[in-house]
Every structure is written in C-alpha cells, then in structure tokens.
C-alpha cells in the first residue's frame, strides 16, 4: 500500500520569505513524486515530479522540492515567497513499479501574508 | 500537457435526479480518471476509465451509483444517479500526460461543483 502524509493543515509564511510545505511518503519500492497546486476556485495544475536522477527538482513558479529516500520525504520548497503563491498544495505519491494510480496527501492550505 | 474542458461547470441537482458530467480532452488517452473532491480537501478515485472496456471502480464506488461512459479516446462521461446530499461535492476529471518529458503527470479539468438538495 501506499500512502502520503502532509502533516500541516496550515503554512503561514510572509511574503519574501522562504517557504516550504511538507510531505513524506510510504511506498513499496521506488517512489514517483509530485506536487500539485490548486488555487481558489480552479483546477489542481501539475506543479513538479521526482521520477529519478538529481534528488532536487526545479518545477513552475520558482518552486523546488528535494527527494531524500532516507527520510522518504519530499518537501516544497521556495526561496521567497509571493502573496499569489496562496494556494492549497497537494503531494503525491505512486510506485514506479506498481499500480499506475497515484495517492494523494489532504493537503496543504499555504498563506502568504503581504 | 493536455487540456481538459468539462460541462457543467456547476449545478444544483434536486434529490433522487441525475447528472451527467462530461469530460473533453484535446488529445487522445488511454485512461481518463474521475476524483470526487470536498472543498478545501483531498482527492479520492472513483474510477478508471479506458475506452473499450468497462470503468474500473474504487473500493466504496459502484457502477450502479456512477456509471461512466468512454465512447472514444478523447471524451468520457461520469452519471451521478440517485443523487442525495451527501454526493454534493466538485468532480474532476483527469488524464495522465502521455508525451516524452510529461509521463506520469496527472492533467486535471476545471471540475464540476455539484450541490444537492
């Protein structure tokens, strides 16, 4: 089975500051990775993936996540943070050998205050 | 990455009524998924959809309650029937991207908020 938490509801930055949302991940074998965005009232947009290779990955919008399998994290990162980065921020997770249907974390609501 | 449109983009339903939602991509797929999502929370699978073959459902999801159609490789339909309060909630449809440099990411459409009464 697999299975991706997403330990804060909640993620208050202010604006120019780094940010980063959390995610760890259980997962039979090697893991696929993503990041999803979801702004108000729109739909979820690919953010970033880790399939394999460099452990840091550079997505849209300046975000960045770093793969560490030792502590089977996957955590979003940006240097500083933009009001219009509030979003809800999801992560996700499949198995690179197994079923093709990804999990998804609850969720992550980031503010950023101005 | 794909581009999804889906109809309605909302609807308030009366109890025991259907809806169908329809799902329009600008490429061909294989697999069409259907998520239910709570607003503010997480995803959850319905079902897969391939064309040519029946729609493969999630634990806690029936054909009978969800019946979803995959007439061609660009188009799907999920049926929410029978509906009752509880099924208020946004329905997304999505498709994995199939090209060099976009497999496994997941391309979502606009959603349809459905409200029941």
């Known amino acids: 089975a697999q299975s991706v938490a997403q330990p804060e509801d909640q993620v208050n930055v202010a604006e120019g500051n780094p940010l980063t949302v959390k995610c760890t991940y259980s997962?039979?074998?090697?893991?696929?990775l993503f990041w999803y965005v979801q702004y108000p009232n729109r739909g979820l947009q690919f953010l970033l993936k880790?399939?394999?290779?460099?452990?840091l990955v550079k997505g849209s919008y300046g975000f960045e996540a770093e793969f560490n399998k030792s502590q089977t994290s996957f955590h979003l990162k940006k240097p500083s943070a933009l009001v219009s980065d509030s979003a809800l921020y999801f992560c996700?997770?499949?198995?690179?050998?197994?079923?093709?249907?990804?999990?998804f974390g609850r969720g992550t609501s980031l503010i950023v205050h101005p | 990455s794909a581009v999804i449109s889906q109809k309605p983009s909302r609807d308030i339903c009366q109890r025991g009524t259907s809806l169908t939602i329809q799902c329009q991509v600008d490429s061909q797929v294989t697999m069409m998924f259907w998520y239910r999502q709570q607003p503010g929370q997480s995803l959850t699978l319905i079902a897969t959809?391939?064309?040519?073959?029946?729609?493969?459902?999630e634990s806690g999801f029936v054909i009978d309650k969800f019946p979803i159609s995959r007439p061609n490789l660009t188009f799907s339909t999920l049926t929410v029937s029978n509906m009752s309060p509880e099924d208020s909630s946004i329905y997304l449809c999505s498709v994995e991207g199939g090209q060099a440099g976009t497999r496994y990411e997941q391309y979502f459409g606009p959603g349809t908020r459905l409200t029941v009464t």
């Open positions: 996700a997770v499949r198995a690179s050998g197994g079923s093709y249907i990804p999990t």
């Open positions: 880790y399939i394999t290779g460099d452990n």
């Open positions: 959809a391939n064309q040519g073959s029946e729609a493969t459902y």
């Open positions: 997962v039979s074998g090697n893991p696929y």
